[in-house]
């Protein structure tokens, strides 16, 4: 009897965890679907007709206007471009990584006078508005005869007060001991950064080139101001995204040839972090971890 009984016993909350569970897909499907609709959206304007944008209601079916994407081509020497783009996102990304690895091990580890001092000295760089020192930086950048080069666009932007607080955040977590012990076998600062301080700082690391590197694909403003080079010319400097500014002019914005140059220039960049998500998490959720210790 206690054998039927129980084998006739339904979990109490077997509807409702179900009908928890169905929602939990459908809020994951809506909020996904709320990210992928902006880049759909400029999709459907890259194929559509000239006019069609201010349209209302909108087309929601692309309309196939593929003569937009050639001529969208055919308007700036987009390979020179996205070259200059991975060149200076690279760049930046690996002195960035330098910078914030030596002085975030300065900070967290080693002992010396005004540490702390220093510490909150680069952190109140982060209050700082960096378009309020444009024009200072302008002046600075053509005494040094820097303008117009791959220079201007890399080093400023070298360090990070970001990447730096988190990986003496990293450093802050690790035991004394294991410092003191490594001190006593012998070994020097550089050996304790490159066998302990590194792969315990890898998450912090990783999630630091991802920031870096997007803040460099996506700048504009720095590198529009700081490069003359025409899209014409062979020798340009200058990145995708002041490229797509090509579109704006005084007689208005071609949308469809913006779209379309938006699309076919964002793609590989979805591709590499798509391939790539289940490290940048794993990484993310490490980097969190290590914060909180």
Known sequence: MKTASHQGR??????AGRAGHYARRVL???????FVFPFYWTVVISLGKPGEFSNFPPALWPHWQWSNWSR????????????NT??????????CLATSLLAGFAFGVLRFPGRKALTLVVLSVLMMP????????????????LLNTYWIQIIPWGASVFGIFLVRQFFLTIPQEILDAAALD???????????????????????????????????????IMTS???????????VEVGLSIFSSAEGTDFPGLAAA????????????????????????????GVRG
């Open 10 to 15: 339904r979990p109490a909350f077997g509807g």
């Open 28 to 34: 994951a499907l809506l909020i996904g679907a709320a």
């Open 72 to 83: 969208a081509w055919d308007a700036a020497p987009w390979v020179r471009l996205f070259a």
């Open 86 to 95: 991975v060149l200076i996102a690279s760049c930046t990304v690996l002195l």
């Open 130 to 145: 960096g378009t309020v020192l444009i024009i200072p930086d302008y002046v600075l950048a053509n005494d040094l005869h």
């Open 186 to 224: 012998g070994a020097s600062r550089l050996r304790v950064l490159r066998s302990i301080g590194m792969p315990m700082v890898r998450p912090a690391l990783l999630i630091i080139a991802v920031n870096v590197f997007l803040g460099s694909w996506n700048s504009f403003l720095w590198p529009v």
């Open 229 to 239: 080079s025409t899209m014409e010319s062979s020798n340009t400097v200058q990145p």
């Open 262 to 289: 938006v699309t076919f220039t964002t793609l590989p960049v979805m591709v590499f972090f798509l391939v790539l998500q289940r490290q940048f998490i794993r990484g993310a959720l490490s980097a969190a971890g």
